[in-house]
């Protein structure tokens, strides 16, 4: 993603990996013919000549005079993840990258997680000496408390582990504050409520300077989604609130001013909604 200004601040993507996926693997109404009837808007940034989606896991690095802010913390490395095997025991260069785009770990003064989701936790901590440590010591790690409240119930053994090793020590360091959907970072940056794929999932909105963005989290996985609100993901917790949630965001975001930065769109990731008959599509510069 190129560097996009906003206002006072400007917003990068570091990327942890990206690459092609089954694309029924994520929404299991993308079959291809299904797909195919969208290839010539999709096509080259967010759909392979083979059919596949490209998609892409990253942080979003957001920079004003004083202040630096993630949102989404990717998979991280080391993690156990026998039950998600793309995602086990990665070893990537993530703050190696991070460090090129300028943020050191300690310069990072605000996390946001929109929701608690395995590639969106991750590098809130790592592995020193056996033990999980906050990765960004000095930031005030951000979760809805709905949402904090619904996975720290769950019991099964992956989410217990996501939480155990990306999740509760940031709380145990008395780095992470339970919010409320609609919480207010600060004049400039606020959480929206989202839920479907989550119950407290929250996009984060931004406005500076006369103008606006917006980061989807996971209300949609695919710009595909814009033109078929209707299909879920396979990790769509509440499907039916998920369809609400996507086409109300679409409703209020297209043909505005409004950028869009989605959370696991390819590069270019930050583009528009425009509506498109029924539906809507994504456009790119």
Partial sequence: MQALSLGRFSIDAVVERAGPTRPTWLLPDAVPEAVERHRAWLAPHFLDDKGRFLQSIHTFVVRAPGLTVLVDTCVG?????GGRAPFHMMRTTFLDDLRAAGVAPESVDVVICTHLHVDHVGWNTRLDGGRWVPTFPRARHLFARREWEHWSTERDDD????????VTPVLDAGLATLVDMDHRV?????????PGHTPGHTSVRLCSGGRDAVITGDLMHHPIQMAEPQWCSHFDLDPESARKTRRAFCERYAGGAVAVLGTHFHHPTAGRIVRHGDAWRFEVP
């Avoid at 490395?77 to 993840?81: A, E, F, G, M, S």
């Avoid at 989410?159 to 990306?166: A, C, F």
């Fill in 159 to 166: 989410t217990r582990q996501i939480m155990d090793d990306s």
């Fill in 186 to 194: 600060s004049d400039e940056i606020w959480l929206e409520p989202t």
């Fill in 77 to 81: 490395n080391d993690k156990d993840r």
